[in-house]
């Protein structure tokens, strides 16, 4: 990802390349004698640069899988690659957007989006200067010497999202970041995130209940249901429009898949 000077034009995608690889990934959780399972044998490929929006009824594993590409939880068999590599653990270059950003609220807008460079052996000019640059990117310039309390829901998000951005991230892991939010501020934060997506070429993964938003902002859409998933391409060019007969279609198609899930 490139963030600096005049490096934030659009940067071409390697979009042939498979970047995100499952190879036969099972994914069980055992709680006395109840077998939970999540993924059967599962193997998929996402490529780089990718958008990919995993949707599903609750509780069918949407979290878990974003979990194992994030490191913090492991197949019970089978494989998940990054770029060729078995994921062993947590890495900096794989940021994370929960649902609620859980800023710290006695520091400031900077200094929340400041300690997440803490382990970066960079001046501190070129950290603040890195930071003042997210933060014109999420909208937050003129916020930046408030506290959390003093913003609004979708401002405090910008803010999760900003500090996810200042690590440099190759691929952005977005757990229903939006959910919390009204219709106006959800779409605003859609296209904010769109835009971030265009400019910086990442791959993101981004879960979500709602198809509308799916098919909006996706590549491509993972149906999980009952242990296996689907992936769905999308590609309509943006700027999508609501009605688009292409979108409509698809969001039919995706809430036909979920509802008749057997
Ligand atoms: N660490 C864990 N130990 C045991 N069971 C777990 C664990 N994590 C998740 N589960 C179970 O696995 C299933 C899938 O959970 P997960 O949170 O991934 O679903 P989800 O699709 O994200 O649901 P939602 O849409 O409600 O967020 C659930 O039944 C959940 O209770
Ligand atoms: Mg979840």
Request: hydrophobic share 40%; proline share 4%.
């Amino acid at each position: 990802m490139m963030i600096l000077g005049s490096e934030v034009n659009m940067v071409s995608k390697n979009i042939d390349i498979d970047y995100i690889t499952f190879r036969n990934v099972s994914k069980q959780f055992n709680s006395g004698n109840n077998i939970n399972q999540i993924l059967k044998s599962s193997s998929l490929k996402l490529n780089e640069g990718s958008f990919s929006v995993v949707v599903g009824p609750s509780g069918t594993g949407k979290t878990t899988l974003l979990n194992m590409i994030a490191g913090f939880d492991k197949p019970t068999s089978g494989e998940i690659l990054i770029a060729g590599n078995k994921i062993i653990k947590p890495s900096p270059k794989h940021s994370v957007v929960f649902q609620s950003p859980t800023l710290f609220p006695w520091k400031t807008i900077l200094g929340n989006i400041f300690c997440a460079l803490d382990h970066k052996k960079l001046p501190k000019k070129t950290k603040l200067s890195l930071c003042d640059q997210i933060l014109d990117e999420v909208g937050l310039s003129n916020y930046k010497k408030h506290y959390p309390h003093e913003l609004s829901g979708g401002m405090q998000q910008r803010v999760g999202i900003a500090r996810a951005l200042i690590m440099l991230p190759d691929i952005l892991l977005m757990d229903e970041p939006f959910s919390a939010l009204d219709h106006k501020t959800r779409e605003d934060m859609q296209d904010l995130v769109i835009n971030i997506w265009l400019k910086h070429g990442l791959t993101i993964l981004f879960v979500t209940h709602s198809i509308e938003e799916a098919v909006k902002i996706s590549t491509d859409v993972l149906i999980l249901k009952n242990g296996s998933v689907e992936v769905i391409k999308n590609n309509v060019n943006h700027p999508r429009a609501h009605d688009d007969n292409d979108l409509m279609k698809l969001k039919y198609d995706i809430e036909f898949k979920i509802k008749h899930a057997d």
